[in-house]
């Protein structure tokens, strides 16, 4: 049997551990075939496969970003798109099946392709943390180590000058990354998209630190929306998926908590660095684990469902279970961190 497997959507550290996990099990114990398939849903359309052996596979587990390279891609879109010419594609390769790895918008493909008859299993692969059917995903564990670090070098440079420092994270309509890496850096305010707040609420609380002899530091999440905004701030247009693309946000906030307090403050925008660079422990274990039962599955035929961590066990899930609602953040998690605030 001879198998695809593709990274898509946003690049995130993990990725190449879970291709690792996937080729070793695979090759070893089940005598799979693998194919690469190269940037993302790209490489599907367009037939840009390459052999994936033990070989090319050893050491990823410690890399970041991806081997296969990735895109955003809509495998319906263009000539060459659609289910029907896929299935021609793949035929034509004798390539029996695709192991997708990615977020929303892979999976939302990837679903769809498995109901237009194409073999695929699903990895859930997002540093948003916000796919429901799976307790945590590769990539978040990495995104808020790297965020913590950030904020810690943000508060003694706020110290130094009695600044406020806002600091902007992803993850999209979600604020996991951004509860977490707060937390740990001790924030005094946590803007999430699931609770909109005033400015008036914001600037009370940094108001509070700075009186109690603190630089204040607030972190928000790029799809925050204060109270009254319909939408999350974006200027960026959109993803091949019809998404906005956000970011922003802490440029907006800045100016107006310094003009409301009087407190000099800067934004940084921490982007695209926390996808970068090796993954932690925690996510090459589970990034490997992933892979290792994604094997398992081809084995057993389980087309039309994805892999996902549910405690601390892997099973197996319908990608609709992890599709059309997002894992947000519970208020109750929330206002247990609001106790820290201010």
């Given at each position: 049997m001879k198998i695809g497997i593709l990274t898509s959507g946003g690049d995130c550290p993990g990725l190449n551990a879970v291709i690792r996990g996937i080729v070793l099990k695979g090759t070893t114990t089940y005598d799979l075939e693998f194919v690469g398939i190269r940037d993302g849903w790209r490489g599907v359309v367009d037939g840009d496969f390459f052999p994936l052996t033990r070989h090319e596979v050893k050491g990823l587990s410690k890399v970041g970003g991806t081997i296969l390279g990735t895109s955003r891609t809509n495998p319906y879109e263009g000539e060459r798109g659609g289910a029907e010419n896929i299935a021609k594609t793949l035929y034509g390769h004798?390539?029996?099946?695709?192991?997708?790895?990615?977020?929303?918008?892979?999976?939302?493909?990837?679903?769809?392709?498995?109901?237009?008859?194409?073999?695929?299993?699903?990895?859930?692969?997002?540093?948003?943390?916000?796919?429901?059917?799976?307790?945590?995903?590769?990539?978040?564990?990495?995104?808020?180590?790297?965020?913590?670090?950030?904020?810690?070098?943000?508060?003694?440079?706020?110290?130094?000058?009695?600044?406020?420092?806002?600091?902007?994270?992803?993850?999209?309509?979600?604020?996991?990354i951004a509860l977490h890496a707060g937390m740990a850096a001790g924030a005094h305010a946590i803007l999430i998209p699931e609770v909109p707040q005033t400015l008036e609420e914001i600037t009370a609380l940094v108001t509070s630190a700075h009186d109690r002899g603190r630089a204040p530091l607030v972190v928000v999440s790029e799809g925050f929306k204060l109270q009254g905004m319909d939408e999350a701030y974006s200027d960026k247009g959109l993803d091949a998926f019809n998404r906005p693309r956000l970011g922003g946000i802490g440029d907006q906030l800045a100016p107006e908590i310094e003009r409301i307090t009087g407190i000099e403050t800067r934004a940084t925008i921490l982007g695209h660095i926390q996808r970068g660079g090796s993954p932690s422990a925690f996510d090459r274990v589970l990034a490997t684990r992933l892979g290792l039962h994604a094997a398992d599955a081809i084995v057993d035929g389980a087309w039309g469902q994805m892999v996902a961590m549910q405690g601390t066990d892997i099973v197996r899930v319908p990608f609709a279970e992890a599709l059309g609602e997002l894992n947000t953040v519970p208020r109750s998690r929330y206002d247990e961190a609001a106790a820290l605030f201010g």
């Open positions: 004798k390539i029996d099946g695709i192991i997708a790895i990615g977020g929303e918008g892979t999976l939302a493909a990837a679903d769809r392709l498995a109901k237009d008859g194409i073999n695929v299993i699903g990895v859930p692969k997002t540093i948003d943390n916000d796919l429901r059917a799976t307790d945590y995903s590769f990539g978040f564990d990495t995104a808020v180590n790297i965020a913590t670090d950030a904020m810690d070098r943000l508060r003694t440079t706020g110290d130094s000058h009695q600044r406020c420092m806002v600091a902007e994270v992803m993850g999209r309509h979600v604020g996991w």
